[in-house]
């Protein structure tokens, strides 16, 4: 047995990734296009990666208007690059496919931003170093 603590909100860490993962029989029994969900998987990963590292970076962020200023480009970036994504989707593979991957990323976000609002009281305040 590890000595280590564990997380009681691990398994809603992750709760974005198995409605992925389960996403995936729905559009096959449900005859949505299989691209869609692709497209989707795709994007929301970029997201997860994107974000991942842009957390890594703002936490070993010096001061705190490095770490705002990492959190905030990382969002806006990733919104960015999430919808001009799913917009080109819709327009290059059809109407039908970007219609699904968009409606799995805002149900994918919509999971994911819920879980950081609500672990976001828990992190407590960032570390600072003392001022020499």
Known sequence: MSDQPRDPLLALKYADVAILV???PIFIVASWPLL???VGAVVWLMWRVIGAWADR???AAEDMRTFVGIETAA???RGWLMGLTLIAAGLLLGNDVGLSAAVLAILLFSVAFTYKLV???????????PSP
């Open 57 to 59: 970076r703002a936490i």
């Open 75 to 77: 969002m806006i970036g």
């Open 36 to 38: 869609g969900w692709v």
């Open 119 to 129: 672990t976001r009281a828990f992190d407590g305040p960032p570390r600072s170093k």
């Open 22 to 24: 389960v996403a995936l």
